[in-house]
């Protein structure tokens, strides 16, 4: 059995969305200090790294994150690549094929190679709205990206979120797929259970 972590790691300088503050772990108490323990606090932006977007994220007074079905974040999932660098469109989507049945999917494209450097880009590879229509038409539950986005940069209208998460879609944005190989996996995405949240930073593993 192969295991994979799809996870990025949290750390000072990582690229975020313009804007959103990345982690910073301040130490409280130091051992080297005299204290009996290391104790640090840990903040960060709800949307830093690998994490998952809850309905409120979009639509104001909806669900978040505490409430999020357990039953879509673990189960089958495929992961599909991608290799053009323009956004993706429903038939795109059709003409990989996926299992009839398959609900959760999570999208290998170009974006990967931005993980190699600290800067935030711009012009990373998103879903369209007919892409979005294409996954709730087809009852999805959870879809995932490898860049910080699952729409493109500052969308005057968020149709692609609004979309998703209208029908309970779980947007898991911020994977890290560059070892992973196309193909069926099973899934255990594991977001903080931060009562109120938006968005929440999680664990992302991927077994065959």
Same mark, same amino acid.
């Given at each position: ?16 969305? !313009? +804007?959103?503050? +990345?982690? $910073?772990? %301040? ?17 960060? +932006?709800? /949307? &830093? +790294?690998? /994490?998952?977007?809850?309905?409120? $994220? ?5 669900? &978040? ?5 357990? %039953?879509?974040?673990?189960?089958? =999932? ?8 323009? /956004? ?32 935030? $880009? =711009? %012009?990373?590879?998103?879903? &369209?709205?007919? !892409? ?13 990206? %490898? ?9 005057? &209208? /968020?149709?692609? $979120? ?21 193909? =069926?996996?099973?899934?255990?995405? =594991? ?18």
């Amino acid at each position: 059995m192969a295991l994979y972590d799809a996870s990025v790691p949290l750390r000072p300088g990582m690229p975020t969305y !313009a +804007g959103e503050p +990345g982690p $910073h772990l %301040d130490y409280l108490k130091r051992i080297a200090n005299g204290d009996s323990a290391n104790v640090s606090a840990l903040s960060l +932006g709800s /949307h &830093t +790294g690998t /994490h998952v977007d809850a309905p409120h $994220h979009f639509l104001d007074g909806r669900s &978040t994150v505490e409430a999020m079905p357990v %039953d879509a974040l673990v189960g089958p =999932a495929d992961v599909v690549e991608l290799t053009e660098q323009r /956004h993706i469109i429903a038939s795109d989507l059709e003409k990989l094929g996926m299992p009839t049945g398959m609900t959760r999917v999570l999208l290998k494209t170009p974006n990967s190679r931005f993980w190699d450097d600290d800067d935030f $880009h =711009a %012009d990373f590879v998103g879903l &369209t709205g007919d !892409a979005a229509r294409w996954l709730v038409e087809r009852r999805f539950v959870l879809v995932g990206i %490898d860049y910080l986005s699952i729409e493109q940069f500052r969308s005057r &209208t /968020h149709e692609v $979120h609004k979309t998703l998460l209208e029908a309970g879609v779980i947007i898991v944005e911020g994977l890290d797929l560059r070892r992973i190989p196309a193909g =069926a996996y099973t899934l255990l995405c =594991a977001p903080l259970k931060v009562v109120g949240a938006d968005g929440a930073p999680a664990r992302v593993f991927l077994w065959d």
